[in-house]
DNA sequence: CATGAATGAGGTTTCATTCAT
DNA sequence: TATGAATGAAACCTCATTCAT
C-alpha cells in the first residue's frame, strides 16, 4: 500500500461570501479544464490559478495546497454523482426490479452524462491522492443506496448480498468509463444506457435465481 | 482532446546482451516497485534506478525518456493478459456457452492475479502516457478473441455485436479493478471469480434473447 | 546549414517594477562576468544566478531558458555598437570623407572599447545561438547607415557598393577582435583606432578611383 | 582572463600504423560533420564516432579527452592555413608590391576555400578551448612570413610594422569570416577575394606613404 | 586493439509555496 | 484580501569517460 506524504486535504475556508463562491468556483472549472487541455502531468498551480483569472495566492486563500485542490473537484464530481443515485433509489422504491434498475442506473448514467468532460478529466488523477479512498467512500453511498432500494422491489424474495452489489457497481462504472475514454458520441452513451440496464438487470436476476 | 507534449515512447535499444537483458529486466520489475511503495508522483527516473541497482545513465540507454519506462511496463503487462485471453478463448472453442465463458472469465482473472501488484501498480497512471489509447488496443485483442470464440458457441445462434463485448470486457475490468483496489484478498479473488461468471453469462444470454 | 532544435529566444516577461528591473540588470551583468571568468563551456544558469545574487527561478522568471539569456546579452551589446554608429554617420553628414570615415570608425571604436570585457565574453559564443544571425541584422544596420553617409560625401562622385561597404565592416570588426582577444592595452586600442581609420580611408578610395 | 581548467590537449598517439591513419582521418572529418549539422552545443564524442564508425573506446584510444580532438581538428585546419601563406610568401618573393599582396591574399582565400564548411564548422568554437591561443600561434606564422616577402618588395623603402601587418591579417579573415558565415556562394567568394586584394593593396600603400 | 555498457556528476528547467507590497 | 516576484528543492536527462569483455 503506497506511503504517500500525509497532506492536509481540507479546503481551507469555507466560502461564505459571494464573491468568494464565486472565485472558487472560477478555481474549480478552471481545473477541469487544465486537467482536459494539459493533462495532469501539466496541471500546474500557476496555470490553474491564471486560467481561473486570479492569481496563485489567491487560489492558495481557499486551498492549502495543490492536492487539496485536485481532492476537492474529484469530491465534488463524486458527490454529485452519489446524490443523483440516492434520489433516484429513493424514487424507486417499490417498482418492479427491471423498472427499478432502469431509473437507478439512467440516474447514473445522467449524472455522468451530465459533464463528460468532467468526468474524463478526474480519471487522470482518481487512482493518485486520496483517489481510492474517496471513490470507495461514494462507492459505499451509492451501495447502500442500491441495498435499500432492492429491499423494496416486489418481485424478488431476498436481496443481493452486498458483494454482489459492490460488482455491478463497479462493472456499471467500469463500463461508462470506457465509453468515456473512448469518445462518447451522444448515440453512443444511449447505447451503453440501454446495454447498462440490461447488463445489470440480468446480474440480479442471476444471482437470485443461482445457475440452476 | 488533451494536446499533451509528444515524447518518444519506444525503448532506446533492445538489449543483446545477457548481462543487458538483466538490467532491463530489474529495472522493470523496480519500476513496479517503487510505483507500489511511493506511487507515481514520487516514481522518480533516478529512484527507479537506485532501486534496481544501475545508475541512472543505465536507465537512460534502455528508455529514452521517464514515460516510456512507464509506458513500456504498462505496455508488458497488458499484453500479457491479452494473450492469456486469446489462449483461453483458443481453447474454448465449440465449447458450451457457459462453460466457454467461465474458461474465458477465469483465464482473464487468473492473468490480472498472477501478479496483483503490477496490477494495482498500473492503474496509478494507466489514464496518463498513451495508457488509454494502449488499453484501447489491448482491449481490442480481447473482444476480438471473444467475438471469434463466441461464434464457435454451440448453443447460441447469433453472436452479440462488438458493442455489448466491448462493454462486457470494460465492465470485467472495472469490477476486478475495483476489488484489487479494495486490498484483494484470495478470497475476495474467488468471490469475484464466481461472480464475474456468472455476469458475463447473464449478460450474454440477455443480450441474445431480448427480454421481450 | 546547422539543424539545431528550435528554441524559444525572446525574453519571458519585460520587468515593470523598479525591484524586477533591478534584477533583470544584475543577470545581465552577472552573466558577462561569468563569461569572463568562467569561459562559456562553465556559464551555467545556476551559477549566473549566484553571481547575480538571486535565485536559478528567479532567471527563469525573464529567460525562457539558457538561450535567451546569452542571447538578450549578446543582442543589448551590438544595438548599443549598431546605435553608436548610426549615430555617429548622422553627425558625420556632408563632411569630407576623411572627415567622415575617421568620425564613424572612432564612434565605432569608443562603443566597443567602453566595456572592452563584454566584447571579448561575447566572442565565445557568438557563432552560436542565434548569433550569426544577429549580428548579421545588425551589420546590415552599420552598413545602411554607412551607405547614407558616404552618399552624403561632398568629395567622392559615386558612393562605394553594399559588398565593398559590408567588407569593410566585417574587416574592422576582425581587426577590433583581434586586438581585442590579443589583451587591449589602452595603447593598443589608440593604435588600432589609428590604422582602422586608415584602412578603411584608403580601402575606399581605391574602390571609388580603381587601380588601373 | 579565463581560468579555465588545465586538460591535457595533445593527440594521445602519433598514428603509425596505416589503419590508425584512416581512423583518425575518420574521426576528424566527422568531427566536422557533426559541427556542421548538429553544432557545437550538440557535438558529443559518442555522435562523433558513431558518425565515423568506430566505438567511443576507438576514439579515446586517439583523442585524451573531447578537447584535445576538438583542438586538433582546429589546429589542422589552421596550420594547413598558415603553411599556404607561407609558401606563398616564398614564392612572391621579390614581386612588385600590387603582384606580391595579390598572390599572398589569394593563396590565404584559396586555402581557406578548399573546405569552407571546415571553417564555418570551426568558427563555433575557435573562442573556446585553446581557440584564441591557437589563432594567435598561427596567426604569428603569417606575420612573419608577410613581414619576410614584404622586405624583399622593389617598390617600397620600408616595410610597415608588425602591428600593421598583424591588423591587415586579422581584417581579411574578418572579411572572410562575414562571407562565409553569409552562405559564401563561389561567386561572392570570387568577389571577396578581388575586394581584399584591394583592401590590403591601399592598406599597406597607405601605411608608407602617411596621410599625404 | 576495439567495443559499448555502465557510471554519476552536473546541467537545465519546473513548480509548489511563501510573503512583502 | 489579492497579487505576483522570488525561492530553491528536486525532477529529468546528458554526456565525458572508464573498463570488463
Redesign the interface.
Known amino acids: 500500500m503506497?506511503?504517500?506524504a500525509i497532506t492536509q486535504i481540507q479546503p481551507r475556508k469555507t466560502p461564505v461570501q459571494a464573491r468568494a463562491a464565486v472565485t472558487v468556483g472560477a478555481i474549480s472549472e478552471a481545473t477541469i479544464q487544465v486537467l482536459?487541455?494539459?493533462?495532469?502531468?501539466?496541471l500546474t498551480t500557476t496555470r490553474v490559478a491564471e486560467r481561473a483569472g486570479v492569481s496563485v495566492g489567491t487560489l492558495y486563500q481557499y486551498y492549502p495546497n495543490k492536492q487539496s485542490l485536485l481532492f476537492a473537484v474529484l469530491s465534488d464530481h463524486l458527490d454529485k454523482v452519489a446524490s443523483a443515485v440516492e434520489l433516484a433509489c429513493e424514487q424507486a422504491r417499490h417498482k418492479p426490479l427491471?423498472e427499478m434498475v432502469r431509473m437507478v442506473v439512467e440516474a447514473f448514467l445522467a449524472a455522468k452524462s451530465e459533464r463528460t468532460d468532467i468526468s474524463q478529466a478526474l480519471?487522470?488523477?482518481?487512482?493518485?491522492v486520496g483517489g481510492?479512498a474517496l471513490?470507495?467512500r461514494v462507492?459505499q453511498r451509492s451501495r447502500k443506496a442500491w441495498e435499500a432500494v432492492l429491499q423494496t422491489a416486489p418481485d424478488i424474495e431476498v436481496a443481493p448480498d452486498k458483494?454482489?452489489i459492490?460488482?455491478?457497481?463497479?462493472?456499471?462504472?467500469?463500463?461508462t468509463?470506457?465509453?468515456l475514454?473512448?469518445g462518447a458520441s451522444p448515440a453512443m452513451m444511449r447505447?451503453?444506457r440501454q446495454?447498462?440496464v440490461?447488463?445489470c438487470?440480468?446480474?440480479l436476476?442471476?444471482?437470485l435465481a443461482p445457475?440452476r
Not at 123 to 128: G, L, R, V
Not at 166 to 175: L, R, S, T, Y
Open positions: 503506497p506511503a504517500r482536459l487541455s494539459d493533462g495532469v502531468e501539466r427491471a480519471y487522470q488523477f482518481a487512482a493518485d481510492p471513490v470507495k462507492g458483494f454482489a459492490e460488482i455491478m457497481i463497479a462493472a456499471m462504472a467500469g463500463a468509463r470506457h465509453v475514454e473512448a447505447g451503453l446495454h447498462l440490461v447488463l438487470q440480468s446480474y436476476r442471476a444471482q445457475s
